[in-house]
């Protein structure tokens, strides 16, 4: 069963605009990692958040967490009609490996 | 980081058919694990495959329709047994705790299977 739901479920914008994704969790967990998929390709790692952390960067990249709300939050800055994919979060809890994935979002970004 | 190659990349199979699909890393893992995404879906986790032992299964997937082996730390297959059309899925391997790591865990490319 899933671990959370992601909102929105699709989200259009235009190119050169931020994208903002949120994703919420039910339980405890040690880390939070989002992944891009290209119509449906293998899964590309793009951050890894731990549970001690608030905000993490990486290139167009910023990702928050709020343990106390049981959500994660992903902005993707200036887009590019390259972004255009499915962005998924995924929890670990304690110090298993194993993922437990969100629904997920579909992004478009329009040229 | 670890690069992970998946065989087949797609297949289209018959009902009632097996399916076997390995999924290659470059460099020792301690941990590989197989999920399945259903069209339009998410990811769901199917086992985790353990070397040298038998594989940890979820809630939901059996040994007999899912059978894995994972014979050393760089290599592993999953088998789609006795198939039907509700087996059509991607199915892809991930992998974590390589030298240098944090956690993160890393995909194949999938499988695409479609089952007629």
């Known amino acids: 069963s899933q671990q959370g739901e992601e909102d929105p479920q699709a989200l259009s914008i235009q190119e050169g605009e931020n994208a903002t994704m949120n994703c919420s969790y039910k339980t405890s967990i040690n880390n939070l990692q989002w992944y891009r998929q290209n119509s449906g390709r293998g899964l590309v790692h793009l951050i890894l958040?731990?549970?001690?952390?608030r905000e993490k960067h990486s290139g167009r990249l910023r990702v928050t967490l709020d343990t106390s709300k049981k959500s994660s939050s992903l902005l993707i800055t200036a887009s590019r009609a390259a972004d255009t994919a499915s962005y998924f979060c995924a929890t670990t809890m304690d110090s298993s490996y194993k993922l437990i994935f969100g629904s997920g979002t579909r992004l478009l970004v329009r040229p | 980081s670890a690069v992970i190659s998946q065989k087949p990349s797609r297949d289209i199979c018959q009902r009632g058919t097996s399916l076997t699909i390995q999924c290659q890393v470059d460099s020792q893992v301690t941990m590989m694990f197989w999920y399945r995404q259903q069209p339009g879906q998410s990811l769901t986790l199917i086992a985790t495959?353990?070397?040298?032992?038998?594989?940890?299964?979820e809630s939901g997937f059996v040994i007999d329709k899912f059978p894995i082996s994972r014979p050393n730390l760089t290599f592993s297959t999953l088998t789609v047994s006795n198939m039907s059309p509700e087996d059509s899925s991607i199915y892809l391997c991930?992998?974590?705790?390589?030298?240098?790591?944090?956690?993160?865990?890393?995909f194949g490319p999938g499988t695409r299977l479609t089952v007629l």
């Open positions: 991930s992998v974590g705790g390589w030298q240098g790591s944090n956690h993160e865990q890393f």
């Open positions: 958040i731990r549970s001690n952390e």
């Open positions: 495959a353990n070397q040298g032992s038998e594989a940890t299964y």
